[in-house]
């Protein structure tokens, strides 16, 4: 046994010298951030001011609107009810789908104008947001943006496939 402790010992020892020159490395603190708006030369000044409309669009104070009612489905025109049972049949696949998790407010209502932008350029029709459980602030302000914005034809409760309750179906009128 005492022969064990010897040879630790003298392994620690000569481990310590081995590396008695080297420092501690000093943390980077600087956090890289990446603004892809800003410096990539695919977002046009147009584009940006496209994506920036949309988001005003999304309003935020209206009287008319209850925030406390969380509505699992919106639709514009009340002739066009048969498209809420589509959705909830889940006959609508969305084409393109925006995930919300991890942003607060401000960061969800600029990327829902980004995403209903992006949905008129392309002409995509049904798309998904996940907003995800949590605290349900998303699920109501989600639900409050999209239907104050003029190109949402309606939205509801993501049939079970696609996400039940932690996700919308939209659909957008692609027509403008």
Request: charged residues 25%; proline residues 2%.
């Amino acid at each position: 046994m005492q022969n064990n402790k010897t040879f630790l010992f003298n392994d620690f020892s000569s481990f310590r010298e081995s590396f008695k020159d080297i420092s501690k490395i000093k943390q980077d603190t600087i956090f890289h951030y990446k603004n892809c708006y800003e410096k990539s030369s695919f977002f046009s000044k147009r584009k940006m001011f496209e994506y920036d409309l949309n988001s005003h669009l999304l309003s935020s104070n209206n009287s008319n609107y209850d925030i406390k009612y969380d509505p699992i489905s919106y639709i514009r025109n009340k002739s066009d009810k048969d498209e809420l049972r589509k959705i909830k049949i889940g006959e609508y696949i969305p084409e393109i789908t925006l995930d919300l998790h991890g942003l607060n407010q401000l960061q969800a209502k600029k990327e829902l104008g980004v995403l209903i932008s992006v949905c008129l350029e392309e002409n995509i029709f049904c798309a998904s947001i996940v907003h995800g459980h949590g605290k349900n602030i998303l699920k109501k302000q989600t639900s409050f943006w999209l239907s104050q914005h003029p190109d949402i034809i309606a939205f509801r409760q993501a049939p079970k496939s696609l996400g039940d309750a932690a996700a919308l179906i939209v659909l957008i009128d692609c027509s403008v």
